[in-house]
């Protein structure tokens, strides 16, 4: 009887068997070609970012300006053609003047910084070198004068060649700023005819009318995202450099445009914005308290944005945890460099709007956010 129950389920086997083995080189199959597809998405936007880097930020400005585009509409009888025209002039002429005050700052920070950082350093040297002949014990816990005079030497030079080279490379930022605007110029003067194309393209029929609204919600949620992180860093940008120009610290203008661009960065760019006028302010004033209120003006400055103003305007849709803010900053700056860093907040906050717009998609959004919760009658986590 053992025999014949064995002879009997032997044909169950021999059909179960190939059917989980045919189930399980399939799945492998679907994993290895996840797996190449994300690699190869990888490689294409790591060798193709000269191409890349510009598009994205013509979409970036494009989202900035299209308020600005429709406000000029209502206010002068112009198509969106000549509103686009007309707000690319401003730009460009905006850009260049902005450019102008950067080369300036650049010129004249070649020809003093330097001298100011071998001046601190042979000051901190003298006192050094005073405080080790009142006080022969603390030689081994000291550094050598010698030693500072070097350094000092040393990274005189290499700021000095540093300015130097950025201010070569300015002409080679505008050129690229200039093609980034020509994008934004027929993005602007074609929004009306871009944007519907776009929604239906991505709809899930040409009739679906969820869908249609869902990403027009979408869009909206993404415009609205970029234009108030802009505007709140700008707004940065020129408080601080009201601040450092009303305490007569030098190159207000530069520090104050370096501290908007910087607070795109999460973590170390709010240390770089502040540590950098503290410094400059050090260099010039010699005196350690000037750097100290520079630093703790600064601090106010910055943390009345990051916990007051920025969630009264932006919500819950800057709600991403820190260990994806940490990673896409790696990702992003390993991608495309410092341009990298500065976008990869806002990529990573609107690939996050769009997981929390696609049901199917929740709990991606559900893993990067820190409070973001799907609805309660989400079933895509019983998946």
Known sequence: MRD???????PEQVVVA???AIKTKGDARTISMVILAVLATIAALYFLKAILVP?????FLACVLSPILGFVRKVLPLSATGAAVLLFLVTVLLGLYVASLTAESLVQATTSLPDDITRLTGQTSRQVN??????????????????????????SALLYERLTYGVADISGWVAQGFVVLILVLFLLAESEMLIPKVIRFFARTPDDAVSDRTLKDLTRQIRSFLLARTVINIGLGVVIALFLWAFKVRFPFALGLFAALTNFIPYVGQVLGGGLPALVTLAQYESPGDALIVASVYLGIITLESYVITPYILGRSLDLNGTVIL???????????????ILAMPITACVKLVFQSVPELHRWANLMSREWQPPLDDSSFDR
């Open 327 to 341: 990673v896409a900053c790696l990702f992003w700056g390993f991608l495309w460099g410092l341009v990298g860093l």
């Open 18 to 20: 190939p059917r989980d």
């Open 130 to 155: 005073e405080l080790i002949r009142n006080h022969p014990n603390l030689r081994a816990l000291l550094p050598e004068p010698t030693t500072i005079d070097r350094l000092g030497d040393r990274n």
């Open 55 to 59: 598009i994205t930020l013509a979409l």
């Open 4 to 10: 014949l129950s064995n002879s009997l389920e032997s």
